[in-house]
């Protein structure tokens, strides 16, 4: 009887585990570019091949946050002047967002299935704010991943490995150019 017990409690030992939540408590970008490293590393490709792969990654995942945090300024900014540029800040991440999907797809690349957990806690952050507060921390958040999104990309056009992601970063750098010249018009009407 002792023996059927251990058996039957090994037998669901894999269940319980499963069900432990240990999955939902993995960062969704890291996982994404894990598994990206780990399918490219499998095919024996080079290293500028797993750069590329994490470039496509970080900027879907700052593509998202900017989503994120645009459309949760739609509903809280206070000044219309930061609801304009939330408005914009959708309009043209969207497809940049689209054409990443598209071409990781294409590549077979894994990509995030939400935010990292600094950008939610960040995003987190800014929901609890209110008012000029709120206008402030958004302006310097949007301003701080267009910025970083703003580098790489100018780096990648010349860096990337793959012909087509060089491509993508020359196409998308104008608008994400234009989105920075945007925020820091309104980090300047919110700081006279």
Known sequence: MLVSCRLYALLFLPWLA??????????P?????????KRIGEAAVTK?????????VETVSRKMELLEISQIAQRKAASADARYL???????????L??????????????????????????????ALNGAAFDQKYAELTAKVLDTDE??????????YDADIRA?????????????????????????
Do not use: W, Y
């Not at 499963?18 to 960062?27: L, M, N, Q, V």
């Not at 939330?86 to 940049?96: D, E, G, M, N, Y």
């Open 18 to 27: 499963a069900c432990s939540g240990a999955e939902s408590s993995k960062d």
């Open 98 to 127: 689209a054409d990443l999907k598209t071409l990781a797809q294409q590549k077979t690349l894994t990509l995030p299935t939400g935010l990292g957990e600094t950008q939610a806690q960040q995003v987190g952050e800014l929901t």
């Open 151 to 160: 580098d790489t990309t100018d780096d990648m056009m010349d860096d990337a």
């Open 48 to 56: 500028r091949q797993i750069q590329d792969a994490d470039f496509v």
């Open 29 to 37: 970008l890291f996982e994404a570019k894990f598994q990206n490293e």
């Open 86 to 96: 939330a408005q914009s800040v959708i309009a043209q991440t969207t497809p940049l």
């Open 168 to 192: 993508l970063a020359t196409r998308q750098l104008t608008t994400l150019k234009a989105l920075n010249q945007a925020t820091d018009a309104l980090h300047d009407k919110l700081n006279p």
